[in-house]
């Protein structure tokens, strides 16, 4: 077998996978974020694709193979090209054409779309591809996990209307699941952005674990689960009966925000803070709950400035930065995630300092009010018929009795706030959780977003031209190779789900006797007849280094061979999930081993109940 087992982690290990499959001899780092496969591992990456395939099938897909390499021209049609910054590799051919490698391929498979199908008669359908993507991701990490260069299996289906759409995105998600739960990796199915890939709504496939980047908000009353980019919470009406019971708590409760200053409900008043430029000190200072201040952030856009038709709008990369000023609860913290939606900018970012002062903002003071130049988002959690404590925009002082609406105008009103833990469940009520997750697959509804853009259309029965309804679906073959293992590996290595192993069965021989290897290399020569997947381990290498690597390689089934066992014409049988072996006759060998294979296949089966230890 190609490759080395290593008995230390790795210095560039980051993640109990990434440390298990470097140690296992399954991947070689080629440069940050790009790996070889080495023999093992693409054994198992060719299983993951083929439970895709199968997958997909059955709900109707059909494989296709489309280019790594598109012309850029496809990008500019959708407007992608514009919007979607350093991450995707832009060059030009020998010919000056511009070309990009390709980070996903919505553009090209609406132009297969858009010569193919162009009556009601060809909808709906779906063709997938399981296809290598590049990324130029700025921070690869985790091995596997956030790489470069990747294989993806990509699906996009084309539909008439939206409530088809609707129906077939159930199919796709249910066979993500089936994919997820056949390669033993347990998944939460999460509401989540859609991101650059745009449309109405998104989820992601979770596998829940401390070590992911994301993180997700739950619920374990109702299953209500959200990326936090997009989860909310609930909004009702007691919460502003709440805040003014929270106020009549305080000194002076509502007929004074503070006995020093004697302002009365109702007035816009400018009161000294002196040295008071957080939420926690003006707020203890004037008595007053955090809920009831107004807290402003300052956020630069990229608004493109737009040139003339065709070929100035590739000059519309030059950007400036506009500030927005984002107003928001005093207790809560802004979604850039959401404010970046909310605005229908690719992303946002808080002001610099240097942005700040040219502005004229006073940080630690700021308030929209009495300001002019600068676009108001206004988050739901303040209300219009409540008063606040804002800055004034003045050092040193802030203002009382503001209302929203009343004392500065708001342009934008939405959701962007971050959701935390313990805030009320958005559909039941009970407190939210917090868990990390690492995304295995995603699912959009893209609608006529490129469709419309490309002019894929369809005529319908009564003679017009329609756009397609479009959905896509992602999942990467690595990525999920990764969850593979750190859903299923203990202290000594990689316990692989035998639908995915490498090898079902680790042959391994001790000792070097003529009866021990003739012995094994009949079982072999039978099994591999059979079709048995045997890994068959004959080293001249001491017992302990055999059995350390088996349980680092991690394969299902191991069958071990020895002069002592032979003693008692037996061989030993051991399940890697289980903690001892046990003796077998070799005439009893075959069965067992047969019974085991279909047993473990058969706790991977859709069907099957899931593990106790699954979320």
């Known amino acids: 077998m190609f490759g080395k087992t290593l008995r230390s982690k790795p210095a560039e290990a980051e993640m109990p996978s990434h440390e298990l499959l470097l140690r296992a001899g399954m991947i070689a780092r080629l440069a940050a974020g790009i790996y070889n496969y080495m023999p093992l591992a693409w054994r198992v990456v060719r299983k993951i694709e083929n439970i895709m395939r199968e997958e997909m099938d059955a709900i109707g897909g059909q494989e296709i193979n489309m280019p790594v390499v598109h012309p850029a021209d496809l990008w500019k049609e959708s407007g992608r090209y514009f919007d979607i910054g350093p991450e995707m590799v832009r060059f030009r051919d020998r010919t000056g054409r511009d070309m990009v490698l390709a980070m996903t391929h919505e553009e090209t498979v ?67 699941r089936n994919i997820c739960r056949r390669c033993g990796v347990p998944v939460v199915q999460v509401l989540s952005d859609v991101g650059m890939m745009g449309g109405s709504q998104a989820h992601e496939f979770m596998y829940v674990t401390p070590l992911g980047e994301d993180t997700l908000v739950l619920c374990p009353e109702c299953g209500y689960a959200a990326n936090r980019e997009v989860a909310t ?44 430029n957080t939420i926690d000190l003006v707020c203890g200072y004037l008595g007053v709950s955090p809920k009831r201040s107004i807290k402003t952030m300052v956020y630069a856009v990229h608004a493109r400035t737009e040139g003339h038709a065709g070929a100035a709008k590739e000059k519309a990369g030059s950007k400036k930065r506009e500030l927005v000023l984002v107003v928001l609860r005093g207790d809560l913290e802004v979604n850039e995630r959401k404010l970046a939606n909310l605005l229908r900018v690719g992303e946002v970012e808080p002001a610099t300092p240097e942005e700040m002062k040219e502005a004229g903002l006073v940080p630690g003071y700021m308030s929209p009010v009495g300001l002019k130049g600068f676009k108001v988002v206004a988050d739901l959690s303040l209300r219009e018929d409540e008063e606040y404590v804002a800055g ?48 295995v697959g995603n699912t959009f509804k893209l609608g006529v977003k490129y469709s419309s853009s490309m002019g894929a259309t369809f005529r319908d029965e009564d003679g017009r031209d329609k756009p397609m309804v479009m959905g896509c679906y992602g999942m990467g073959v690595g990525r999920l190779l990764a969850c593979i293992v750190e859903a299923n590996r203990d202290s000594s290595g ?14 391994v021989t001790l000792g070097a006797s003529p009866r021990v290897r003739e012995t094994a290399e009949a079982v072999y020569a039978r099994w591999i007849r059979e079709g048995k997947e045997v890994l068959y381990d004959d080293r001249d290498e001491s017992a302990g280094v055999k059995l350390k690597d088996a349980d680092l390689l991690g394969m299902p089934i191991r069958v071990l061979i020895s002069d ?14 289980d903690e001892a072996p046990k003796r077998v006759g070799l005439g009893e060998l075959d069965k067992v081993v047969s019974e085991l294979v279909a047993s473990e296949f058969e706790r991977f089966s859709v069907g099957a109940s899931r593990p106790a230890a699954e979320y």
């Open 110 to 176: 609406t132009d297969l779309a858009r010569r193919f199908a162009g009556s009601y008669r060809d909808l709906p359908f779906m063709v997938y591809q399981i296809q290598t993507k590049f990324r130029d991701e700025p921070r690869p990490r985790g091995g596997l996990v956030r790489v470069r260069e990747f294989v993806m299996k990509d699906a996009y289906s084309f539909h008439r209307d939206a409530s088809d759409l609707d129906r077939y995105y159930e199919e796709v998600c249910a066979a993500y």
């Open 233 to 276: 919470v609930a909004r009702d009406g007691l919460e502003g009966l709440q805040l003014r019971a929270e106020n009549a708590d305080h000194p002076g409760g509502r007929e004074a925000i503070s006995g020093a200053t004697g302002v009365r409900e109702g007035k816009l008043e400018k009161v000294a803070t002196p040295g008071k």
């Open 392 to 439: 004034a925009n003045e050092e040193g002082y802030h203002l009382t009795g503001v209302r929203p609406g009343r004392d500065f105008p708001v342009d934008y009103r939405g959701d962007v706030i971050v959701a935390r833990e313990g805030d009320p469940c958005p559909r039941c009520g009970k407190p939210l959780k917090w868990e990390r997750g690492i995304e």
């Open 494 to 507: 990689i316990m692989w789900p035998i639908t995915v192993a490498p090898y079902q069965i680790h042959l």
């Open 564 to 577: 002592r066992t032979l003693a008692d014409e037996q061989v030993e049988v051991k399940l890697r999930r």
